[in-house]
């Protein structure tokens, strides 16, 4: 009995070893995302309220008078609900939107750290992060 419990602990801790790279990859984003957040006012498009990363879909008017389609990743389901995600943020409500956009420049925001959301007609905060106005680990 033992010899099977050594065994299976030394499998358990080369599978700790195998598949931890793989979880810090999926939830590091230091070369994904810019460090400083910024500011989005837009129409809500669609809300997809899924596991493991939500995704709010608004419609942003740019300098030029174009819109321009966003995406921007929350975090679960559950969690958002915890939290005290809004019911009423629905198609066509207008959002501010705080948080950190792609390096790339796409029209991709990140809503899982120091954001939040804001309800622009009423100023109702529906979404806001423990950490939002904090300023990035290591900045002055």
Not at 26 to 37: F, K, M, Q
Not at 49 to 58: D, E, G, R, W
Not at 62 to 88: F, I, S, Y
Request: charge should be positive; proline fraction near 3%; include cysteine.
């Amino acid at each position: 009995m033992k010899k099977t419990s050594l065994v299976a602990a030394c499998v358990a801790a080369a599978g700790s070893f195998i598949l931890a790279p793989s979880a810090w990859a999926h939830h590091g984003d230091a070369g994904r995302y810019i460090e400083d957040v910024v500011e989005m006012t837009g129409t809500v498009v669609e809300t997809q309220l899924v596991n493991p990363h939500s995704i709010l879909v608004f419609d942003v008017t740019d300098a030029a008078g174009k819109t321009v389609r966003w995406q921007a990743e929350m975090g679960g389901a559950q969690q958002l609900m915890r939290a005290g995600w809004a019911t009423d943020v629905t198609p066509g409500t207008k959002i501010t939107a705080t948080g950190r956009r792609l390096k790339s420049g796409a029209p991709y925001m990140n809503l899982t750290e120091r954001a939040r959301v804001v309800l622009a007609d009423s100023g109702k905060v529906v979404m806001q992060n423990a950490n939002y106005g904090q300023a990035a680990a290591g900045a002055q």
